[in-house]
């Protein structure tokens, strides 16, 4: 890369851009702005990553080209929005999926018919590379789904069984499980409240439970209607329960509530499926499922039920079997009425269409699992649904709903495999990530002794059983974890510590001189339990202490005076005129910040030293981050919903006082605020 150099001529390229980015742009477009420094630009950017209307807006025809253009999730992608982008550049490389959706038509006008109608361009920039025989590659390993049920239907349907999938340990489960809640389709709203809510009961269970809260959720509906009232009960449901919006926001992926039109290209652990059609208030079916039982349908349904890494659960209001008597041609509604019966009965249900069933093709591991059941144990030959199988699969005694151990020989699926990489590296590692116990068996040293091979696999089943702690796998529980490169588990920093009020009462109103021991103790008290603390809180504290309604002049000239008899500290917040008192023993390097209590302080009566720990976590666990968002972050470190003027203010004051100190500092033009020690660490 080369490096930006601040003296450069003004006349020069390098110059012209700092200039420009200097005067952030003023007075000249970014387009003229890349067209006049266009030899410099992709030195020190190689890379941009823009959607095609903005590549038709900053960047001019008379640009140098671009290497290779890369379009992804091209199956959404008209081919006429795409064609300025492939001009810009001297290679094409186009990436999606046909059989998930094309580009929505919703907008679009249906009422012109254009007399050329044969020059039309197919569906998508996709469909239209296909079609003029550029050269193709089908990318055909499934990586998303941990579980092969999840993908075992989208699999045999819309993909002729080509996909490579791996088989989990627990293969003879089903993570695909259907829920009818019972629910009453409103045909005038076109929405079924009672599923609405049951999915946020869900929601809101897995939130509760500790184990199951790591696990990310998607919500996915049939219709925006059904969209928008799941949200509007999600948010009901958090606006009750704000230890559990507060889980939620601090979750490595929060919730999403999303349509079959705009859930393609996201993920999550568990999708929450919401068919949303069926019996209205008087028990009548119409089979109408929205986009389903468009032409197209079947493709929103792929994507729909293809987002889950996890777990997948489907909530209808009717049993599968109702569809029965379903006459609709539309491929939609059919497939819709097979998978429901697919996720009410698992794979039994499944109807796999005609040349899409994988043939088993055995080799030794027919005679190993013979050899295997002969010293008792239970096996299963030829473990998955798609090409790849583990060979021999042995069943946990102790738990019949899992495989202990697989068992890989150089048969079929070894063969299969294209390369080296693949056999020998790859498939063990997939299978490793899913959590299998695998062990390798060559033809060789099994034909050489068999006995012996037998023994080796009975003494790693049996140590397994004995050591069950040294063979347990981490990856099952870390969606993050992939093939290629290592993940590091990512501590979030927590410097936050309850808020303790003081909460005492004397009934001493009234008593000027008298009692004054008291009321040192009380004051004594309220700065052992809330110091620092700022003094309207002090006063109104101390008010309330001795059984006063408001603080006037009396009890604030008892405070005075009990505050300089026990030598107490006292600041001012930066630029602002509220004192704050600290015990006369308390460091001012402050390592935590509080939160709670009866009713959470505004942010004008936290102090800047406190503030500042609160600003440091949000950093640390975000990276740098603009200000507004560091705003919003901190304020709801301290249970604050909104970012008003007195958050706006306070934390701007801190902001300001911690760059003076040059504890914070600002990167990127002056548009993100980072912790110096990011930076030095960063330049290390």
């Known amino acids: ?120 361009d197919l569906e998508s920039i996709l469909d239209d590379c296909d079609v003029i025989g550029m050269p193709s590659r089908c990318l055909s390993w499934h990586y998303r789904s941990k579980h092969e049920s999840l993908i075992r239907f989208s699999n045999a349907k819309f993909y002729g069984n080509n996909l490579v999938t791996f088989p989990s340990p627990n293969d003879m489960l089903n993570k695909v499980s259907f829920v009818n809640t019972k629910g009453i389709y409103g045909v005038k709203k076109a929405t079924n409240e009672i599923e609405a809510k049951a999915i946020v009961k869900e929601v809101a269970r897995r939130l509760k439970s500790p184990e199951l809260r790591e696990k990310s959720i998607g919500i996915v509906t049939f219709s925006s209607v059904q969209q928008e009232m799941v949200e509007d009960l999600l948010q009901d449901m958090f606006s009750k329960h704000k230890d559990l919006e507060l889980i939620n926001l601090q979750s490595k992926e929060p919730i999403i509530v999303k349509n079959l039109e705009n859930i393609q290209g996201d993920e999550r652990d568990v999708i929450l499926l919401s068919v949303c059609y069926g019996p209205d208030n008087k028990g009548k079916m119409y089979y109408r499922f929205g986009p389903i039982n468009n032409p197209g349908g079947e493709k929103r349904l792929n994507v729909a039920i293809s987002r889950a890494r996890y777990e997948m659960i489907v909530f209808a209001s009717f049993e599968p079997e109702l569809l029965n008597n379903m006459k609709s041609e539309s491929r939609g509604a059919q497939e819709l009425a097979n998978f429901l019966k697919y996720a009410k009965y698992g794979s039994d249900a499944l109807v796999v269409p005609n040349g899409s069933v994988i043939e088993s093709k055995v080799g030794i591991e027919k005679q190993i699992g013979e050899k295997l059941r002969e010293k008792g144990y239970k096996v299963n030959i030829d473990v998955g649904k798609s090409s790849f199988r583990v060979d021999v699969g042995i069943i946990n005694p102790d738990n019949e709903n899992e495989y202990i151990l697989g068992v890989l020989c150089d048969s079929y699926s070894y063969e299969s495999a294209l390369t080296s990489k693949d056999r020998n590296i790859v498939q063990p590692n997939a299978l490793d990530l899913l959590g299998w116990n695998i062990m390798r068996v060559w033809s060789f040293d099994y034909y050489d002794n068999p006995k012996q091979v037998i023994d080796d696999i009975c003494k790693k089943i049996e140590d397994i059983r004995q050591h069950p702690e040294e063979y347990k796998h981490s990856a099952l529980d870390n969606p993050q974890m992939n093939i290629e490169f290592e993940s590091k588990d990512i501590k979030q920093e927590n410097y936050s510590k309850p808020y303790i009020m003081y909460e005492k009462q004397y009934d001493i109103y009234g008593t000027r001189n008298e009692n004054m021991n008291v009321k040192l103790k009380i004051i004594e008290d309220i700065l052992n339990n809330e110091a620092p603390i700022s003094e309207e809180l002090l006063r109104n504290r101390f008010a309330n202490a001795i059984g006063a309604t408001r603080a006037g002049p009396s009890i604030q000239e008892d405070m005075f005076y009990c505050l300089r008899n026990l030598g107490v500290k006292k600041n001012t917040n930066y630029s602002q005129t509220k004192n704050f008192y600290w015990r006369k023993d308390q460091s001012s390097d402050l390592d935590y910040y509080r939160v709670g209590g009866e009713k959470p302080r505004a942010m004008d009566d936290v102090p800047k030293e406190e503030l500042i720990v609160a600003i440091k976590e949000v950093l640390l666990n975000n990276g740098p981050i603009f200000k507004e968002d560091l705003k919003r972050y901190v304020a709801l470190a301290f249970d604050i919903k909104a970012v008003g003027r007195k958050v706006d203010v306070t934390i701007d004051d801190c902001v300001q006082c911690y760059l003076s100190k040059n504890l914070l500092t600002m990167i990127d033009n002056d548009t993100r605020i980072a912790l110096v020690s990011q930076v030095q660490e960063k330049i290390k």
């Open 1 to 120: 890369m080369p490096s930006i150099n601040e003296k450069s001529p003004e006349s020069s390229l390098q110059g012209i851009l700092n200039k420009a980015i200097k005067g952030k742009c003023r007075g000249k477009s970014i387009r003229q702005l890349f067209e006049e420094v266009s030899g410099i630009l992709t030195k020190i950017f190689p890379v941009f990553l823009m959607s095609p209307m903005s590549c038709a807006q900053y960047l001019s025809p008379k640009m140098p080209k671009f290497d290779i253009v890369i379009f992804d999730e091209a199956s959404q992608m008209p081919t006429s929005e795409a064609i300025g982008a492939i001009a810009r550049g001297k290679s094409l490389i186009v990436v999606g999926d046909s059989k998930q959706m094309p580009p929505t038509s919703f907008f679009q006008s249906k009422g012109l018919v254009d007399i050329d109608s044969n020059l039309d």
